[in-house]
């Protein structure tokens, strides 16, 4: 992965932090990736748009290694990471959201946060509890605290309305302090209280962390990214500035157009 | 804590009951103590390993009582001298106990291993093909079997007091529930139970799913194993057969009515089952309604599924039920989830 590319401008010319290169998804006959070329660099703030079954999701977990490609690559901090199980990713910074979102039914709020951090800390064989947990503990109670679940701590997340389990998913991605965090329609299902909550909490984000963040509300979207991706029907069709999208006519007619279905 | 105050109090409130049990041989019958409550307490530990990995990892397995059975042969072989149709490797009891106790679990990490990747309906599936098989496996080498078991087994001198036998498996029972119950609080247990709500989360949390399930199996197969050194002292002989699918499903069945998702209703469960063992078939009216022994099973089978349809959760779901109706303060923060999943619930884990 020695390939110094640049197909897409970088700021300062940094290697990118993920470059994913031609890489296509096909599910059965159904073509859900047609070839998406993209690079974030560090420390870039990046939205991808686009309509429903645009790819959006298929992208991340293409990234995040929950399904291999049927063709391209990924890497991830310059390295090759396109058969690296997701179980491996996190080692290299990545920390992830789900649409739909995945948390532990059976277990609280606080233990979901815990075994993130667990798993991160590579504490998650440990058979008995010791001084290293309770901090770990202490902490996880903190990122409640910062996702605004402290009330609901010991909560079993099955329990939760869909709002705070999405609030929950995103503790559990930010517990790690990740390098790279991918958040998928993490907005969808808040209220607005809740929405002004999750900018404030993305904006607080040490420069330095990469945020790739797919969103429906453009708000919230065109607050956080400092650029914008489109997708439609498995292709990138435009890239640039928020502003730059805002103006980009086939962006209005493929994605923006239809968004009133939504 | 709080979830650490709860533990504790659980833990005291097993205290009473553990004091009774140990005061039990000087007041009841040997009978009731060397039969009964032996083989309750041991055929709990095993059934305790089926609720472990239901409850806390979603795996039902049925190669639990093949593992208790492995534990027994080895041991067989391993202290028998002379005499025996086994391999009569003639070693220190001891050194016969650590190898039981070392082959059973080798044995539950490798088809744990095997099966890992496998879930639901599927883990019971393969599990059960692995009891068939291990029931094979020893029914046809009868090197390490014997060609009709391994007979006049003897327990280590220590051991020698029918009663001791006793306590060996309440201390066995009490470690195992314990123990148990305070895993599914630490690091271990809590990523046990995330890989049995969401394995797919779970990986790209980082968690090694197919290693965390097959070290879970491989801990139920050490503590069935202790359960299965316990009946090969009790028996003094293993034979193929007492592997066999039917007892198999029997552990199983001990298990649901007792609950499994209750580490108590394992021992509840095999309780009962013993109890209705020993006694029923002694009951006056029995032979004159025309239930001979026979139709033994067909009463247990009557009685099992009757449980069942009172409560899903077994006799333990039932003691619950009742504990949860007298009034008592509930703790803030403590809200159970309201969807459970029916046939292993999750809730029960959170304010344990
Ligand atoms: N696991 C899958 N199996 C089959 N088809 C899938 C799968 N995941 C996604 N798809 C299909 O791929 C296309 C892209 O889906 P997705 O990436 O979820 O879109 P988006 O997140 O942009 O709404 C859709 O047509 C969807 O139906
Ligand atoms: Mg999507």
């Not at chain 1, 910062?146 to 009330?151: E, F, I, P, Q």
């Not at chain 2, 039990?24 to 009964?36: G, K, Q, R, T, Y």
Request: glycine letters at 12%.
């Amino acid at each position: 992965m020695a390939e110094a590319d640049t197909t897409d401008a970088e700021p300062d010319g940094a290697a990118p932090i993920v470059q994913v290169r031609s890489v296509r998804v096909a599910f059965g006959g159904l073509l859900a990736l047609r070839g998406i070329d993209l690079d974030v660099a560090r420390g870039e703030r990046l939205a991808i748009l686009g309509p429903n079954g645009a790819g959006k999701t298929t992208l991340f977990n293409v990234i995040a290694g929950d399904i291999a490609p049927t063709g391209g690559t990924v890497a991830i901090k310059g390295v090759d990471c396109t058969r690296l199980p997701s179980r491996r990713r996190p080692r290299l910074g990545v920390a992830r959201t789900y649409q739909k979102a995945r948390t532990f039914e059976g277990l609280s709020v606080a233990d979901n946060i815990y075994l993130a951090l667990a798993g991160h800390r590579r504490r998650h064989r440990v058979p008995w509890r010791s001084a290293v947990d309770r901090r770990m503990r202490a902490e996880a109670e903190r990122v409640a605290e910062s996702v605004r679940l402290g009330d609901h701590r010991g909560t079993a997340a099955g329990a939760l309305a869909h709002g705070q389990r999405r609030q929950l998913e995103l503790g559990m991605a930010l517990a790690t302090e990740p390098e790279v965090l991918m958040l998928d329609e993490p907005a969808s299902g808040l209220s607005r209280g809740e929405r002004e909550h999750l900018v404030t909490l993305l904006e607080a984000l040490p420069e330095a962390v990469t945020v790739l963040l797919i969103e429906h509300d453009m708000d919230v979207a065109f607050r956080i990214a400092g650029r914008v991706v489109v997708m439609a029907d498995g292709e990138t069709i435009a890239a640039g500035t928020p502003d730059q999208v805002r103006g980009d006519p086939r962006v209005h007619e493929i994605y923006l157009g239809s968004e009133g279905g939504t | 804590m709080r979830t650490g105050s709860t533990v504790n109090r659980r833990t005291a409130a097993l205290l009473p009951l553990v004091a009774f049990l140990a005061a039990l041989p000087s007041m009841a019958p040997a009978f009731f103590i060397n039969f009964v409550m032996t083989q309750t307490l041991m055929l709990g530990l095993a059934a305790a390993t089926i609720v472990f990995l239901a409850k806390y990892g979603g795996m039902v397995s049925l190669a639990q009582f093949l593992l208790f059975g492995v534990a027994g042969f080895m041991y067989g072989n391993a202290a028998l001298e002379a005499g025996s149709r086994g391999l009569n490797l003639g070693w220190h009891p001891w050194a016969a106990v650590a190898s039981a106790l070392a082959v059973t679990t080798a044995a539950a990490f490798a088809l744990g291993a095997l099966a890992s990747r496998t879930t639901g309906l599927y883990y019971l599936m393969l599990t059960l093909v692995y009891a068939v098989i291990g029931y094979f496996v020893f029914a046809q080498i009868t090197e390490i079997s014997g060609p009709s078991g391994i007979t006049s087994i003897e327990r280590p001198e220590l051991l020698a007091a029918p009663v001791s036998l006793y306590y060996t498996a309440l201390g066995l029972s009490v470690l195992a529930y314990i123990g148990f119950r305070a895993l599914g609080r630490t690091a271990f247990g809590l990523a046990l139970q995330g890989v049995r709500d969401d394995p797919v989360r779970m990986a790209s949390l980082g968690f090694n799913v197919p290693l965390h399930r097959t070290l879970a199996f491989a801990l139920g197969g050490f503590v069935a194993g202790l359960g299965g050194l316990v009946n090969v002292w009790w028996n003094g002989q293993i034979d193929p057969a007492s592997i066999g699918i039917g007892p198999t499903l029997i552990l199983l069945i001990i298990a649901v009515i007792g609950g499994v998702s209750h580490f108590e209703g394992a021992w509840l469960g095999a309780f009962v089952y013993v109890l209705m063992f020993t006694y029923l078939r002694d009951l006056p009216l029995i032979d004159r309604i025309g239930i001979t022994e026979a139709r033994f099973n067909t009463v247990i089978g009557a009685i099992v599924l009757l449980i069942m349809v009172l409560s899903p959760q077994g006799l333990a779901g039932i003691a619950d039920r009742l504990r949860r109706r007298l009034p008592r303060p509930r703790r803030p923060g403590a809200e159970r989830p309201a969807k459970t999943t029916g046939r292993l619930t999750r809730a029960e884990l959170i304010d344990e």
